[in-house]
């Protein structure tokens, strides 16, 4: 890594010596106004509540979970585009969380970000060039304007007379392309891409997965990719960490994951991913996931899966939350019971589908 981090910061507790980004304790509670003038504040939408992650310099980790689980906020938190609560956020062990003013401006340059639309978070009005030169001007960095956006055009594969177009001149496809090229402007280590080919079409999905991917290898970056597929995520993450309800609750290398999920939700989000193998599809678990994403407003206490667990035991789940435990090396999972469930000592007492079908 470059920059040496200055005397004053320290790396956050634990996090692995090859850490770029270490998030701790991290909470982005939105505040619930109401009364009669809605000027009091009468609760708070827990959209994230108390992460710990780290992503290594040069790999790409995962995040995935339901809609409204809080990946986005998470995303936002760590680029300092949403509040923090609570928490540090460590890039290349400065404590970005207490920037700034100019310092907090200077440390965007190194960490971008990639939207899910890009028709909407590309100005309609700007050309190309415009899109791609105005975080240059921000950042008051000398260029040469056709060298630099000819050079961005060239590593996302656009032709040089893309950059006089105008975003609704292009495929959506395209259009994300521009979306990465304008990430890359400012030559960051670190990208978050939120959900980059979920507006897509999925013949297109693959390219633009395999351009995150090549450039990533070219020029050496770091990665936060955020999907609610669990495909999308598989494709281009070395570890992958499931959310749930505002916290992590499973991290571990991509392949340790898909081959042996071992919390409960990871379990039920696998299991609604269908195999192309037929024989492993027949025989593979099949847990239902029941009722809907509690509120981030008025969360479950104790796990905060209890309420949608199948393997959920009286007391503890409902009253204790668990932490987030390293299980095996490099597997972390905040789950009460997980090792009697890998046992096959506590079995799911919820519907499956084959009881569904059994029934039908
Ligand atoms: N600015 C905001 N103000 C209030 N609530 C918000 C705000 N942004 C997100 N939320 C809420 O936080 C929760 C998590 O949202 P989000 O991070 O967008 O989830 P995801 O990206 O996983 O779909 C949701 O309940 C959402 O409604
Ligand atoms: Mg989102």
């Known amino acids: 890594m470059s920059a040496a981090p200055s005397s004053s910061d320290t790396d956050a ?19 619930i106004k109401g009364g009669v003038f ?8 827990r959209a994230v509540d108390g992460v710990d992650l780290d992503v290594r310099a040069g790999t790409s980790l995962g995040l995935v979970g339901e809609s409204g689980c809080g990946k986005s906020t998470l ?8 509040p923090i609560t609570a928490g ?36 309609p009005r700007q050309s190309v060039e415009t899109i791609l030169t105005e975080p240059l001007k921000a950042h008051k960095i000398d260029f040469d304007k056709r060298t630099r956006v000819g050079e961005l055009l060239d590593q996302v594969g656009l032709p040089g ?32 891409a939120d959900e980059p080919v979920s ?28 999907a609610h597929d669990l495909a999308v995520v598989r494709h281009v993450s070395d570890e ?48 239902l996931l029941q009722g809907d994403l509690p509120s981030p407003a008025d969360p479950p206490a104790g796990c905060r899966f209890h309420t949608r ?16 435990l390293e299980l095996r090396p490099g597997h972390r999972v905040a789950c009460h019971y997980v090792e009697e469930i890998a046992r096959g000592e506590i079995t799911a007492h919820q519907l499956t589908a084959e009881d569904v079908a059994a029934r039908a």
């Open 13 to 31: 507790p634990g996090a692995p010596s090859d850490a770029l980004v270490s998030v701790r304790g991290l909470k982005v509670h939105f505040p």
């Open 309 to 324: 667990c199948p393997f959920k035991q009286p007391t503890r789940c409902d009253s204790e939350r668990p932490e987030l």
């Open 199 to 226: 507006a897509l079409d999925v013949s297109v999905q693959a390219q633009v997965l395999n351009l995150l991917e090549e450039l990533q290898q070219q020029l050496g970056l770091t990665y936060l990719v955020i």
């Open 161 to 192: 007379s893309a950059a006089q177009k105008y975003p609704h001149e292009f495929s959506g496809g395209q259009r994300q392309r521009i979306g990465i090229a304008r990430a890359l402007a400012l030559e960051p280590r670190f990208i978050i």
């Open 88 to 123: 540090t956020v460590h890039f290349d062990g400065t404590d970005v969380s207490a920037l700034s003013g100019e310092q907090l401006r200077a440390s965007r340059k190194d960490m971008q970000m990639v939207f899910q639309d890009p028709l909407a978070s590309l100005n």
């Open 38 to 45: 809605g000027g009091r504040t009468v609760g708070a939408v």
């Open 75 to 82: 995303g936002r938190a760590v680029l300092r585009l949403s």
């Open 240 to 287: 992958v960490a499931v959310m749930y309800l505002g916290s992590i609750i499973e991290q571990a290398e991509s392949d340790d994951l898909y081959d042996e999920p071992l919390h409960p939700y990871t379990r039920s989000l696998m299991s609604a991913v269908p195999v192309p193998d037929p024989e492993i599809e027949d025989a593979r678990e099949r847990i």
